[in-house]
């Protein structure tokens, strides 16, 4: 009755001190960096072992859970000759803490998106003469406005690209765009757009913007475009 009195004594007073002990058993608390409370429990006596360190742990706990501590070797790790130490138990009282959700991880951003060029078209018959690749006055006004409006800016590759309608020969057209394209390129250099490279082509009447069986839709298709790219 006595040993029973003192072995609970001992374990109650261990809440409130740094260790305890009893006929069959030590008990200390321990001290860890995160600041948990945790105990350690040895049991010794020939009939000592495994369970009798967990009933130990039960009683300190009192209505708490035991919870080995695996990082501070709960059984002791093992013995000198290598067995298993069951005569040593550190444990926490208590369910583990819950972990903290991981942070979610931000979505990337998403690639810059180039904004698209700048397109500039003449059109219709006021901008060249008929089967010519003279500019009309027509077409040298909006020229001149797309260089005033770029003024301070300086382009990499300017395409320019001259198109025809589909009366004619295919040959006599792609040379007729191909002029006409080319006294575009060289109007916008003569009056100051500035850019590295200019990219002249004439594709005569292939890529149609409009349909080539009326007189208005053949004038939409006789056109120079000029692509200036926003960097």
Not at 40 to 55: A, I, M, N
Not at 138 to 143: D, F, I, P, S
């Amino acid at each position: 009755m006595y040993k029973a009195m003192f072995c609970i004594a001992a374990l109650a007073a261990l809440v409130g001190c740094s260790s305890s002990s009893g006929p069959t058993f030590s008990a200390w608390s321990v001290d860890r960096q995160d600041g948990q409370k945790t105990y350690r429990v040895s049991c010794y006596g020939l009939l000592e072992g495994k369970q009798t360190c967990y009933d130990k742990a039960r009683e300190i706990c009192h209505d708490q859970p035991v919870r080995p501590v695996q990082d501070d070797a709960p059984l002791g790790s093992t013995t000198s000759d290598g067995k298993p130490n069951t005569r040593l138990l550190t444990f926490q009282c208590g369910a583990p803490a819950a972990t903290p959700a991981a942070a979610a991880t931000p979505a990337p951003a998403p690639a810059p998106v180039a904004p698209a060029p700048r397109r500039v078209t003449l059109s219709g018959d006021a901008n060249f003469g008929f089967n010519q690749a003279a500019l009309a006055s027509a077409a040298t006004a909006r020229l001149d406005k797309l260089v005033a409006d770029a003024k301070g800016m300086t382009y990499g590759t300017v395409g320019v690209n001259g198109y025809t309608d589909d009366v004619g020969a295919n040959a006599y057209n792609l040379r007729l765009s191909e002029q006409r394209a080319q006294a575009v390129a060289r109007y916008l250099q003569a009056h100051g757009l500035n850019a590295r490279h200019f990219d002249v082509h004439g594709y005569g009447e292939a890529d149609p913007v409009a349909t080539n069986s009326t007189a208005e839709g053949r004038a939409r298709n006789r056109r120079v475009e000029i692509v200036l790219p926003q960097d």
